[in-house]
């Protein structure tokens, strides 16, 4: 995960142990892009999270016995707004 473009300063507080581990574990010239590296990862897993959760509340539907690639070809063409008809070429 590389983090490109200008950088900026950030001021944030931290729990004194974890800052205390960090100082400790991370060589100082290595600490920013450490932080950083965490900070764009913990953002990347919390978006997944986000877009699992919305996956696994998506409502069920029944196909009706038809396959799902037909199904959701029609649903996608009822999201278009308009008449089914006139976008399978039915009617004019």
Do not use: C, W, Y
């Not at 913990?42 to 069920?60: N, P, Q, T, V, Y």
């Not at 799902?68 to 996608?76: E, G």
């Amino acid at each position: 995960m590389n983090a490109s473009g200008p950088k900026e300063r950030a001021t944030f507080s931290i729990d004194s142990t974890i800052k205390e581990t960090l100082e400790s574990q991370i060589p100082k010239s290595k600490r920013s892009r450490f932080v950083e590296e965490a900070i764009a990862k913990a953002l990347k897993d919390a978006a997944k999270e986000r877009a699992l959760k919305m996956i696994r509340e998506f409502k069920s539907t029944s196909t009706g016995g038809k396959d799902s690639t037909d199904v959701l070809h029609r649903i996608r063409l009822e999201m278009d707004g308009r008449p089914v008809d006139i976008l399978e070429g039915r009617k004019k």
